[in-house]
DNA sequence: CTAGGACCTGACACCGGTGTCAGGGGCAAA
DNA sequence: TTTGCCCCTGACACCGGTGTCAGGTCCTAG
């Protein structure tokens, strides 16, 4: 599929995706005029690309995770495996803040719920 | 306090406390020469700025918000209210989120682990 | 009184992902 | 062959939070 289609297919915009390839998250095989064309397999790539961005990851860490994400259960050298474990890490220290914030919320919401039932 | 100290007891730079007044989301005495001063109260409001930031929350979110959040158990007006409950909703989504990567990294670790030791 | 550190404002720069525009080519249906 | 849509590259702009520099003031210890 060309370009477009991609985009559509994923969400992304067409300019993304160009950058996704100019940063190696993404490749493509460009026909004689230079047009990209895609494979199926791309769109599950771009989706898994934006997931990661999605936490909080950068094309650069994406970069060097997304080759040895996308052949799975594929074992990875030591050097990806402690990147992804650093990211695992980054990803709980993220999720345990989340939880942390979600309570200081939620509960000014209860507190005005209460209030509002209390009139 | 002076703003180097609530800078110090806070992690955030000089110039990040100046610029969450300038947002509106910190507010100082000036003395008769325009140096800043805080109280006590300031350290956990600034903590509390930094902590809402880490969540992808944006300065204008969290100038409206800041004022009914501070003096807990407070009613808020429905507007803000609304808000609340968005932001509620954006956080337990990017908690979804978080989970779902997480699953997706860890089984990569997890595999390469296996074949490690199977070798 | 003076020196040195802390503070002030304003301005410009950076990052990283994205939007958008210009100027040009590819390609298929009519 | 023309029309209209899709694609190409390169460049500049934006956002939002932060760093940093310049040029100036304040204040406290010696």
Redesign the pocket.
């Known amino acids: 599929m060309?370009?477009?289609?991609?985009?559509e297919r994923t969400g992304?915009?067409?300019?993304?995706?160009?950058?996704?390839e100019k940063?190696g998250m993404l490749s493509?095989q460009?026909?004689?005029?230079?047009?990209?064309h895609y494979d199926e397999a791309a769109v599950e790539r771009v989706l898994l690309i934006?997931q990661l961005?999605a936490v909080g990851?950068?094309?650069?860490t994406?970069a060097e995770l997304l080759p040895h994400v996308v052949p799975s259960g594929q074992r990875c050298p030591p050097q990806v495996l402690r990147q992804l474990t650093a990211e695992l890490a980054r990803i709980d220290a993220q999720a345990e803040e989340l939880a942390r914030t979600r309570r200081t919320l939620n509960s000014m919401v209860e507190a005005t719920r209460k209030a509002m039932r209390d009139t």
Do not use: C, T, W
């Not at 915009?13 to 950058?19: D, T």
């Open positions: 060309r370009i477009g289609e991609l985009a992304a915009s067409v300019r993304s995706l160009r950058y996704y940063q493509s460009r026909s004689a005029s230079g047009q990209r934006r961005f990851m950068n094309s650069r994406i």
